[in-house]
């Protein structure tokens, strides 16, 4: 079968690699009808070192059941299924407070040696935990929008729960990628009065005045700071959703955060320390956040997407075949499109 | 009359400077029955520099209002009051939200040039907001717990607060010093089913005990969070209350934080950044804090310390008068004493 394979920075290759197959009795294989290229994805594409060993790439899908171990119990053959960026047991004491990303059996796919869903199939370990039957057929006009339940949609709504967004709070969205994106949906969803967009790409502004965004910050730094202060009457935002992950982003989060706000970031740190400890202190802000437990959200999100609430499905700008792969990492780092869906 | 100053690193002197008289129409001048020394009073004890300005010292007190302000309102003469460590409008948008230190009007005592409740008298600003009517005679036997509502009882409960201590949760308090074992207090009384102070000095874990700890954990850093880890079958505790403020402090409180848990910091942060931007987020637990809205928590608190059903003030364990203030500073920071009363 074809898989995609990072070697190296820049260096995506679409592979011929062994059939994927079950292994546990835990175990179901996918085979992908969706997947896509991940923000998160860009990390190792412009950072990975040479010498690291080679990684199947890819953890947001949609796919078919197409084989279960012997102890999967939930799920047959055939089912439609979308798959979390994390797999999980569904029975530990983590997954039973909903955080499945701290599942005590669960890990990661594409990370770490696990097969990647940029492919035309995977396994997923621990398959009753992990996998959520979609109540539609593979080729249901929702497509795109469920396909965001596997992650950006999830990890949006996480930021924005965790930055304690609520009816008549303002919020401010750090980051225009999908999951900023994401953001503004979620923070539109969770009754957000006002909704500031921190971005500088304007499709993807455009995309979040769609969405609910009421107020666009183009510029960074101190700039940036001093404008959400200008459109917050100078005591900045009950709730700050950090979709982007370097120091700049948080520095921006802590200068822009209301005085007993809270921040929720969903960016991959990468910053060994979060700043400004002093400030963030005095102003009794709370920082907060991780890998989102989608699992979790789907149930809650599932009936928005269905019933045509939220259309988050809209961040995706480009469909590629897994051929297509690489150049969509490459159209994503260049800023030339928002999301790569993949159709394997 | 007489008052505190602070010169220079370990140089507190007892000195007369002039009157405390009303300047605003808002103020009300407080004859102080009672005041404390802060464990917070030691960091610029130690730490601070030759050349700044002289401090007058003392934000913790217990007092007689002496004089009004043509403004204020809710306040007479002869009235017994208790002062929180920050002054505050009481009308603000930040007051107003339960937020009082970060009171648009508001400051601190004994900080930036204010006057300092170590001393016969003070001035106090915004006195309807700040401060607040107790319903007892100026010599009742519960003057100690009621002065902890001035700082310590509250700072710990905001610790709890914020670390989201619950009904059957772990709670961990780093630190053993008044706040800390305040926090031990906070714990017990919002539900905690286990409580572990991490601290060294015999009399202060004999202390937290009374109070309700039911693990002592006396080693630093990774022992101390491999110990920690033991104690709470490898997961570490939901709610971490870190009560000294220390960059080691932190290190441990992410140490031993359970995934899906929060960080409760009240000691003044003396670390320029948050440590483990990554574990912080891998674990998704939530870091909080601040300078605790004391006056926000005095009504909450006051009926558990007039119906004693919490005894905070058993954190006193050396009165003095005015004159042995500096070796009240010096006993506090040789850890002879856990905290001092003052009796002007």
């Known amino acids: 079968m074809r898989a995609t394979v990072m070697h190296g920075p820049r260096d995506v290759r679409i592979e011929t690699v062994p059939d994927s197959q079950i292994k546990e009795p835990t175990d179901a294989l996918l085979r992908v009808t969706r997947a896509c290229v991940c923000g998160s994805d860009l990390w190792p594409y412009n950072l990975r070192t040479e010498g690291e060993d080679a990684q199947r790439m890819g953890h947001e899908a949609i796919g078919i059941v197409e084989d279960i171990g012997s102890e999967v119990q939930t799920l047959k053959k055939g089912d439609l299924v979308v798959m979390p960026f994390a797999f999980s047991d569904g029975t530990c004491v983590f997954c039973h407070e909903h955080l499945h990303t701290a599942c005590l059996h669960g890990g990661f796919f594409g990370n770490g040696g696990m097969e990647g869903a940029q492919a ?105 700071i001093a404008r959400v202060l200008d459109l917050t009457g100078g005591l900045g935002a009950h709730a700050v959703l950090e979709c982007v992950g370097t120091d700049q982003a948080m520095n921006t989060a802590v200068g822009i955060a209301r005085a007993g706000g809270a ?71 260049d800023r030339e499109s928002i999301k790569v869906m993949v159709k394997p």
């Not at 949609?153 to 994106?181: C, E, F, N």
């Not at 923070?187 to 993807?204: T, W, Y």
Request: charged share 20%.
């Open 120 to 224: 035309e199939a995977l396994r997923i370990p621990q398959a009753d935990g992990t996998l959520f039957v979609l109540p539609v057929s593979p080729e249901d006009p929702l497509m795109p929008s469920l396909l965001t339940l596997s992650d950006v949609m999830g990890t949006g709504h996480h930021a924005a729960v965790v930055a304690r967004v609520a009816p008549g709070k303002i919020a401010a969205v750090i980051g225009d990628g999908a999951v900023g994106l994401c953001g503004v949906i979620a923070a539109k969803r969770l009754g957000a009065e006002q909704i500031i967009l921190l971005g500088r790409h304007p499709d993807r502004i455009a995309l979040a005045r769609d969405f609910g965004a009421t107020d666009i910050v183009t510029g960074r730094g101190e700039d940036a």
């Open 263 to 333: 921040i929720g970031r969903v960016g991959v740190p990468h910053y060994e320390t979060v700043p400004s400890a002093g400030p963030l202190f005095f102003k009794n802000v709370v920082v907060g956040g991780g890998p989102a437990p989608v699992r979790a959200y789907i149930e809650e999100l599932l009936p928005d997407v269905l019933e045509g609430r939220i259309d988050p499905g809209r961040v995706f700008d480009r469909t590629v075949g897994l051929d297509g792969v690489p150049d969509g990492y490459r159209a994503m780092n």
